[in-house]
C-alpha cells in the first residue's frame, strides 16, 4: 500500500474533509464599491488564519490570541491601494461578463495576501528605519510587549500569504505561477531595501553624498517599491484571469516600473512635507540618511556651502540638523520642483499607456487616477 513520507501524519487527510472556506458572498453582492466589497473578505480571513494555527499547528489559546492582534494591528488601516487593484483588475479582465461575487471573494483573497506582504514589509521596515508612528499609530515594533518580536511576527505575515494562496488556488492551473510571482516579487523588495537601507554607510561620521545619485534612486526605487506595489497586484490578476502570453506581462511590468517610480517620489516628498496627522506616519527619510528623491534633486542643485551644510546636517537623529536640511529644500524650491515633475510623469505615464494595446488601459488607468496628486 501507499507509504505515508516522512513526516506525514493522518491529520493532513482531514484536511480534505475540513468544511470549505465561507467567503461572505452576501455581504460581497450588497456592497457597491470595490473597497467595501474587498473590506468585507478580511473577517473571515483573518478568522480562517486564527483557526488554522489552532488546529493545524495546535497553537495554544495566546500564541492564537498574539497573532490575531498583530494581523488587525498591522494588517489593516492602510490604503488597501495594492489590494483593491487586484480586484478592480480581474474586474476589467472580465470584460463585460462582470464578476461573480465568488470571484469577487476569490480575487479579494489574493489582494489581501498583498496586504498581508505589505505588513510584512512595513513591520520590519518600521523597526529596521526607526520609524515611531505607521497609520496613525506606533509602529507594531514599539509596542512594550513586542520590541524585537516583531522580527518573528513578519515572518508570520509572509507564511501566511502562501497559507492563502494553497488553501484558496492550490488546484487552480496557475497556482505555481502565482507562487512563483510573488516569490519574486518578496525578492526583489529585499534587493531594494538592501539598496534603501546600505545608501549610506551605518557609521559614517557625515554623509558620502556622492552615493545619492538619480541612477540609484531609481534602481531602489523599482526594487523596493514598484514591484510589489503595482507590478503584482495587476500580474495577480492577470494570472487569475488567464492571462498567459509573456508580452502582456512584459508590457504590464514597463508600466508598473514607471508608475512604481511616480508612487515613491510622491512618498518621499510626503516623507517631508505631509501632515503626519493624514499621512499616518512622521517622516524619518532624513535622520535616516535616506537616498530619497529630495536629497538626489537637492544635490544636484546645490553651491558648494548649501553642499557642506547637507554634508554636515545630513543623516543625524537632531530636529536643529533636520531643519537646516528642511531650510535648504525650501531654498531651492523643491516642493514646486515635485509639482512641476508631477505633472511631466502623470503626462508621460499617459503617452506610455496610449501605446499599450494588449491590456486594456484601464487596468493602469484605474491605479493611476488613485495615486495622482494624492495627500497620503
Ligand atoms: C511607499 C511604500 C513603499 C510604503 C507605503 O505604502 P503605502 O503608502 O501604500 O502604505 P499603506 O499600505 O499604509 O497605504
Known amino acids: 500500500?501507499?507509504?505515508?513520507?516522512?513526516?506525514?501524519?493522518?491529520?493532513?487527510?482531514?484536511?480534505?474533509?475540513?468544511?470549505?472556506?465561507?467567503?461572505?458572498?452576501?455581504?460581497?453582492?450588497?456592497?457597491?464599491?470595490?473597497?467595501?466589497?474587498?473590506?468585507?473578505?478580511?473577517?473571515?480571513?483573518?478568522?480562517?488564519?486564527?483557526?488554522?494555527?489552532?488546529?493545524k499547528h495546535e497553537m495554544v489559546p495566546e500564541g492564537v490570541n498574539w497573532i490575531t492582534e498583530m494581523i488587525d494591528y498591522s494588517c489593516v488601516g492602510g490604503k488597501m491601494n495594492r489590494g483593491i487593484t487586484v480586484l478592480t483588475v480581474a474586474r476589467t479582465l472580465s470584460g463585460s461578463s462582470g464578476l461573480t461575487p465568488r470571484e469577487e471573494a476569490r480575487a479579494s483573497v489574493v489582494g489581501w495576501g498583498i496586504e498581508f506582504l505589505q505588513a510584512f514589509f512595513l513591520v520590519a521596515d518600521d523597526l529596521m528605519d526607526d520609524s515611531k508612528t505607521r497609520r496613525g499609530q506606533p509602529c507594531w515594533y514599539l509596542l512594550p510587549k513586542v520590541g524585537t518580536i516583531a522580527v518573528n511576527d513578519s515572518f508570520l505575515l509572509e507564511s501566511f500569504v502562501f497559507t492563502f494562496l494553497k488553501e484558496h488556488f492550490g488546484k487552480e492551473p496557475y497556482y505555481i505561477k502565482l507562487v512563483e510571482l510573488f516569490l519574486e516579487t518578496i525578492q526583489q523588495t529585499e534587493c531594494g531595501q538592501l539598496l534603501d537601507l546600505t545608501s549610506q554607510?551605518?557609521?559614517?561620521?557625515?554623509?558620502?553624498?556622492?552615493?545619492?545619485?538619480?541612477?540609484?534612486?531609481?534602481?531602489?526605487?523599482?526594487?523596493?517599491?514598484a514591484f510589489y506595489s503595482f507590478y503584482l497586484p495587476v500580474a495577480?490578476?492577470?494570472?487569475?484571469?488567464?492571462?498567459?502570453?509573456?508580452?502582456?506581462?512584459?508590457?504590464?511590468?514597463?508600466?508598473?516600473?514607471i508608475m512604481g517610480e511616480y508612487f515613491q517620489i510622491q512618498d518621499d516628498v510626503l516623507d517631508c512635507y505631509g501632515t503626519p496627522e493624514v499621512i499616518g506616519k512622521v517622516g524619518t527619510d532624513i535622520q535616516d540618511n535616506k537616498c530619497s528623491w529630495l536629497i538626489v534633486q537637492a544635490l544636484d542643485r546645490a553651491t558648494p556651502?548649501?553642499?557642506?551644510?547637507?554634508?554636515?546636517?545630513y543623516g543625524k537623529w537632531d530636529d536643529a540638523k533636520v531643519a537646516k536640511i528642511k531650510a535648504i529644500?525650501?531654498?531651492?524650491?523643491?516642493?514646486?520642483?515635485?509639482e512641476k515633475y508631477e505633472e511631466d510623469s502623470y503626462a508621460e505615464i499617459q503617452e506610455e499607456l496610449k501605446k499599450i494595446n494588449d491590456i486594456p488601459q484601464e487596468v493602469f488607468t484605474l491605479f493611476l487616477d488613485k495615486i495622482y496628486k494624492r495627500s497620503k
Do not use: W
Not at 10 to 21: A, I, Q, R, S, Y
Not at 242 to 251: A, E, I, Y
Open 1 to 55: 500500500g501507499f507509504i505515508a513520507p516522512p513526516g506525514h501524519n493522518d491529520d493532513d487527510d482531514e484536511d480534505e474533509h475540513k468544511p470549505p472556506f465561507q467567503y461572505p458572498l452576501k455581504e460581497i453582492a450588497s456592497k457597491t464599491t470595490d473597497k467595501e466589497k474587498f473590506l468585507s473578505v478580511y473577517p473571515c480571513l483573518r478568522d480562517s488564519i486564527a483557526e488554522y494555527f489552532a488546529t
Open 201 to 225: 554607510p551605518k557609521d559614517a561620521k557625515t554623509a558620502d553624498l556622492s552615493r545619492f545619485t538619480i541612477e540609484r534612486y531609481r534602481k531602489i526605487v523599482k526594487y523596493k517599491t
Open 305 to 313: 556651502e548649501q553642499r557642506k551644510v547637507i554634508e554636515e546636517n
Open 236 to 257: 495577480s490578476a492577470m494570472l487569475m484571469s488567464g492571462v498567459t502570453n509573456s508580452k502582456s506581462f512584459k508590457t504590464a511590468r514597463n508600466i508598473c516600473c
Open 329 to 338: 529644500y525650501n531654498e531651492m524650491g523643491l516642493k514646486s520642483v515635485f
